[in-house]
């Protein structure tokens, strides 16, 4: 279990440039330690946490925050390939992803995402949520041993 005054490592999942620098400013104000590591779509995601070529020495991440609109391998087969691995599905799987749309939502749970969050299309907003689900993930919730 991580403890308490740990540093988390998070992987975002997350193919637009502009988002990934909102979420990581987002959770340093958010004021939970945590580093934040960014790829931008599914394929680099599954070699992140397979630790598997560029990403050789990648953490484990204590938590993965999902896009679901990625390109080469979208988020929903990532969150498959997540669960359906047992070294993988104990790793809480946030999505993140501007669809609102119920198959999304329902595919989502489905898959065994521990949370569905829409991304919120406000600035100040999305900056809020991301702060939320820092101190959820990072404060509130007895999370895995890695």
């Given at each position: ?37 960014v ?34 391998k ?18 809480p ?54």
């Amino acid at each position: 279990m991580v403890q308490s005054g740990d540093t988390l490592d998070i992987l975002l999942v997350e193919d637009n440039p502009g988002d990934a620098r909102l979420a990581a400013e987002a959770w340093k104000e958010g004021g939970v330690p945590g580093r934040l590591h960014v790829v931008p779509d599914g394929v680099e995601a599954i070699r992140f946490l397979r630790n598997s070529e560029a990403y050789a020495s990648a953490p484990r991440p204590d938590l993965l925050l999902l896009d679901l609109n990625l390109p080469r391998k979208d988020g929903r087969e990532v969150l498959a390939e997540i669960k359906n691995d047992p070294d993988l599905r104990r790793i809480p799987v946030v999505v993140l992803t501007t669809s609102q749309a119920e198959p999304d939502i329902m595919r989502s749970y489905d898959l065994h995402a521990n949370c569905f969050v829409a991304k919120p299309v406000d600035l100040d907003n999305f900056i809020s949520v991301i702060k939320s689900i820092a101190d959820f993930w990072g404060r509130v919730v007895k999370l895995p041993p890695r």
